[in-house]
C-alpha cells in the first residue's frame, strides 16, 4: 500500500494546503485507524484535531480512540466546543465515559449540555457506576429483540439495530421492562425458518454478570465460557448493558501491567514516556526506602555475628551467594503462585499443599545448590568445616526461601491484599535476613 510510505513531515505540509480536508481524506480514508495513528502519533495536538476533523465520523472519531486518554485530551482541546460534542456523541458510550472521567469539571459543564439528550442521559447513567465494576466498562450499544416476533421480522430489526450497536451477533431477548429472557445469535435467526418465533428458538442458560460485579470477574467469566460478549444486569434482572471481548483485552492488560510494576516494586503504573521524572520517582521511592530499611535488618545481623566473620573471615565470602540464591528461589516460587492466583489455578485453601510441595521443590534443588556450595568451598578454601557451614545454610536457605515465596502471597491474599505486592525484591529482602540468620546460626554451631 503506497500510503504505508508517507511519513510525517509530508503530512504536515498537506495540512498547509488549501484544501488540506479533502487532500487528507485521500491520504487516509483507505487505510485502518490503527494505520492512520502510527503514520500520525508523533504529530502535534493540533495537527491531529485537523486530521480527526477532516476525517469526520465514523473514520475520524475512530483515529481519535487510538490515542492514550492524556493525549486524547490534548488533542481535544483544539476543538471547537461543537466538535467536542460531535466527538463525544460519536464515541463508543463505555470509552466516552471513561474519557468524560478525565476531563475537569468545567470542560464537563461546557460541553455536556451541547450534547444531544440521550447520549447525555446514557453518561450520566454510567458515571454513576463504581470504578472497577461491570457498571464502569459496558456498552449500553447492545442488539436486542421481543420474544414475540418471528425470525423474518427479527432480522428486519436488527438491520435497523447494526448501524449503531457494538455488536449484533449476539442478541438479547427482553421484555417490557428490559428483564432478560434469554439471548439468540445471529447465526440462529439466519438458519431459522421465517415464520418461526423467537421464543422458540432462543437459548434460556444465559451466561451473565451482575453490575456491581469486579471488572476482572466479569472478563475472566467472558475469557472461561469463550464469549464474545456477556450481558450485564441489575438486581432485578433487566439489562443494563453488555461487555465485549474488546473490553476484555484491555482489562487483561492493564491487569498484568499492574501485576508486573507491583511485582517489581514500581509502585502504581503510571505512563512512562508521557510523565516527568519527578512523578516516575514518587511511585517507586515508597517501596525502595521500605527495601533499604530492611537492608538495615540484614546489616544489624552481620553487626551481631562480628566476632564469628572476624574469627572465620572466609565466611564473608559467601555471603553474597547465599543471599542471591535464596532471593532467586523465593521470587520464583512467588512468581508461580501469584500467576496461580491469577489464573484461578491456585486457591488459598491449597495453602498445606502448597507449603509441602514447596518444601519438597526446595529440598531437591538447595540439595544440589548446597552439594556445589560445598564444593567450592573445600576446593578454594581447603576447610572441611567451612564446607559443611556453606552446605548445609545453602539447603536450610532455598528451603525457607522458596516456602516463603509460595505462602506469603496466599497471606497477602487472605488478608484481601493484592498478592502481586509480594514483590521480587521484597521476597529477596526477606529472605536476605533469614539467610544471614541461619547461615550465621550454621557457623556458630559448626565453628564452636
Not at 466498562?137 to 418471528?150: K, M
Request: proline content about 3%; charged content about 25%; some cysteine.
Amino acid at each position: 500500500m503506497q500510503n504505508k510510505s508517507i511519513i510525517s513531515p509530508e503530512i504536515e505540509e498537506v495540512l498547509k494546503l488549501p484544501n488540506k480536508d479533502e487532500e487528507i481524506r485521500k491520504l487516509f480514508l483507505d487505510l485502518h485507524p490503527r494505520e492512520i495513528f502510527t503514520l500520525c502519533e508523533d504529530l502535534k495536538p493540533q495537527q491531529n484535531a485537523q486530521i480527526v476533523i477532516a476525517l469526520k465520523s465514523p473514520l475520524g472519531i475512530e483515529f481519535f480512540q487510538q490515542f492514550k486518554t492524556k493525549r486524547q485530551r490534548g488533542i481535544f482541546r483544539h476543538f471547537s466546543k461543537e466538535w467536542m460534542a460531535d466527538i463525544l456523541e460519536d464515541m463508543a458510550p463505555d470509552e466516552r465515559t471513561d474519557f468524560i472521567k478525565t476531563l475537569s469539571k468545567e470542560q464537563t459543564g461546557q460541553v455536556l449540555p451541547l450534547i444531544a439528550q440521550a447520549e447525555r442521559n446514557d453518561i450520566k447513567k454510567l458515571l454513576q457506576y463504581k470504578e472497577g465494576t461491570a457498571g464502569s466498562i459496558l456498552t449500553t450499544e447492545y442488539a436486542f429483540l421481543s420474544q414475540d416476533i418471528t425470525a423474518s421480522k427479527a432480522l428486519n430489526q436488527l438491520r435497523k439495530q447494526a448501524f449503531d450497536r457494538e455488536t449484533i451477533y449476539y442478541v438479547y431477548v427482553i421484555d417490557n421492562e428490559r428483564k432478560l429472557l434469554g439471548f439468540i445469535s445471529l447465526k440462529d435467526i439466519l438458519i431459522s425458518n421465517g415464520n418461526k418465533l423467537i421464543k422458540d428458538i432462543m437459548h434460556l442458560n444465559i451466561i451473565n454478570a451482575h453490575i456491581d460485579d469486579d471488572k476482572e470477574q466479569v472478563a475472566k467469566k467472558l475469557a472461561d465460557y469463550d464469549l464474545l460478549a456477556i450481558p450485564i444486569v441489575d438486581t432485578e434482572n433487566r439489562l443494563i448493558g453488555i461487555v465485549t471481548v474488546d473490553d476484555v483485552v484491555d482489562i487483561i492488560e492493564q491487569e498484568h501491567t499492574e501485576d508486573i510494576y507491583k511485582h517489581g516494586a514500581a509502585g502504581d503504573y503510571v505512563d512512562y514516556m508521557g510523565s516527568p521524572p519527578r512523578l516516575i520517582a514518587k511511585h517507586r521511592i515508597i517501596w525502595l526506602l521500605v527495601l533499604v530499611a530492611m537492608g538495615f535488618v540484614s546489616g544489624m545481623v552481620m553487626e551481631k555475628y562480628a566476632y564469628q566473620l572476624q574469627a572465620v573471615v572466609a565466611l564473608t565470602f559467601f555471603i553474597p551467594l547465599l543471599c542471591g540464591s535464596g532471593g532467586n528461589a523465593g521470587t520464583q516460587s512467588s512468581t508461580v503462585v501469584i500467576r496461580g492466583l491469577a489464573t484461578g489455578e491456585i486457591q488459598i485453601r491449597d495453602v498445606l499443599k502448597i507449603f509441602l510441595k514447596e518444601l519438597s521443590i526446595g529440598g531437591i534443588v538447595g540439595l544440589a545448590m548446597g552439594i556445589l556450595a560445598a564444593f567450592r568451598a573445600l576446593v578454594l578454601n581447603k576447610d572441611p568445616l567451612l564446607a559443611i557451614t556453606v552446605g548445609s545454610a545453602m539447603i536450610a536457605t532455598v528451603i525457607v526461601a522458596t516456602t516463603l515465596g509460595a505462602v506469603l502471597p496466599l497471606l497477602f491474599k487472605k488478608m484481601k491484599l493484592d498478592p502481586a505486592l509480594m514483590s521480587g525484591p521484597f521476597i529477596a529482602s526477606i529472605v536476605d535476613i533469614v539467610s544471614l540468620l541461619v547461615y550465621f546460626r550454621i557457623a556458630v554451631l559448626v565453628f564452636a
